[in-house]
């Protein structure tokens, strides 16, 4: 993963570390930020080293990528006169982000070498022209230079669950009229005199005789009989269903350009 590395040059080491806690105040990770040839000031967490500690070449250390040995003489010329190198790596720059940077450093008087590297600058150089401040490649030195850039998406995934639906079945009971007939029989008594046929027996007295009549009248008995009956079952069946949704995704756009 590249980013740019901007650096800014400071004959004040005074002007260095304003420098630096301005670029840390604006939200630039302190692990960014590097200071050389300075002591480190209190509750600073920058990485500090000497413009003439051995091993990794300063301007490795401080650009991340090997520098021109013309343009090197011209700030090792500053740097042995007492100035400090202030690195910022800015990850995947924007021309917006470089331009905040380099405004807050110059807002503390990097110096001005335009006369001294006019006639060393080269196209294959760190693009340190104009002023001590400059872009240059910050190369992946080492594992943790490279930067991974996730792009999740969404995947639909599409289950079932089961749901009940209740059905009610309520009896109750109503009235309905009926008719049924049915054969009445009843009896009369009838009177009729007529001749006696016969000679008379005993003597006249007065008796009682008592007639009796019948007559059938309906009767209404209700039994209960079995009428209809419901048959409840469940039939089971199959469908299939298709679900349109939307899921989201990550692209990126990769600037071609080389600004």
Same mark, same amino acid.
């Given at each position: 993963?590249?980013?740019?590395?901007?650096?800014?040059?400071?004959?004040?080491?005074?002007?260095?570390?304003?420098?630096?806690?301005?670029?840390?105040?604006?939200?630039?990770?302190?692990?960014?930020?590097?200071?050389?040839?300075?002591?480190?000031?209190?509750?600073?967490?920058?990485?500090?080293?000497?413009?003439?500690?051995?091993?990794?070449?300063?301007?490795?250390?401080?650009?991340?990528?090997?520098?021109?040995? @013309? =343009? /090197?003489? &011209?700030? $090792?010329?500053?740097? #042995?006169? !007492?100035? +400090?190198?202030?690195?910022?790596?800015?990850?995947?720059?924007?021309?917006?982000?470089?331009?905040?940077?380099?405004?807050?450093?110059?807002?503390?008087?990097?110096?001005?070498?335009?006369?001294?590297?006019?006639?060393?600058?080269?196209?294959?150089?760190?693009?340190?022209?104009?002023?001590?401040?400059?872009?240059?490649?910050?190369?992946?030195?080492?594992?943790?230079?490279?930067?991974?850039?996730?792009?999740?998406?969404?995947?639909?995934?599409?289950?079932?669950?089961?749901?009940?639906?209740?059905?009610?079945?309520?009896?109750?009971?109503?009235?309905?009229?009926?008719?049924?007939?049915?054969?009445?029989? @009843? =009896? /009369?008594? &009838?009177? $009729?005199?007529?001749? #006696?046929? !016969?000679? +008379?027996?005993?003597?006249?007295?007065?008796?009682?005789?008592?007639?009796?009549?019948?007559?059938?009248?309906?009767?209404?008995?209700?039994?209960?009989?079995?009428?209809?009956?419901?048959?409840?079952?469940?039939?089971?069946?199959?469908?299939?269903?298709?679900?349109?949704?939307?899921?989201?995704?990550?692209?990126?756009?990769?600037?071609?350009?080389?600004?």
């Amino acid at each position: 993963m590249q980013g740019q590395c901007v650096v800014a040059v400071y004959n004040s080491r005074n002007d260095a570390e304003q420098a630096y806690r301005a670029v840390v105040g604006s939200g630039v990770p302190s692990d960014h930020v590097r200071l050389s040839n300075q002591q480190p000031s209190q509750g600073s967490s920058s990485e500090r080293v000497d413009a003439s500690s051995g091993g990794e070449s300063i301007w490795d250390w401080l650009f991340g990528s090997d520098v021109p040995e @013309d =343009e /090197r003489r &011209v700030y $090792e010329g500053h740097m #042995a006169k !007492g100035g +400090a190198a202030l690195s910022v790596l800015v990850d995947s720059p924007s021309m917006a982000d470089l331009d905040r940077i380099e405004g807050v450093l110059q807002q503390y008087n990097p110096v001005e070498i335009h006369e001294e590297n006019r006639d060393s600058s080269t196209a294959g150089g760190s693009g340190l022209s104009g002023s001590a401040v400059g872009q240059a490649g910050y190369g992946a030195q080492d594992g943790e230079r490279e930067k991974v850039i996730p792009l999740p998406e969404e995947e639909l995934k599409v289950g079932k669950r089961a749901t009940e639906t209740v059905k009610h079945i309520r009896t109750y009971v109503v009235e309905e009229p009926v008719q049924k007939d049915v054969r009445l029989r @009843d =009896e /009369r008594t &009838v009177i $009729e005199r007529r001749p #006696a046929t !016969g000679a +008379a027996t005993g003597q006249p007295m007065e008796r009682e005789y008592e007639v009796r009549e019948l007559h059938e009248e309906p009767v209404v008995q209700k039994d209960v009989r079995a009428g209809e009956e419901l048959v409840v079952h469940k039939e089971a069946t199959e469908r299939t269903e298709t679900i349109a949704d939307t899921v989201k995704k990550t692209k990126a756009d990769i600037d071609k350009s080389g600004r």
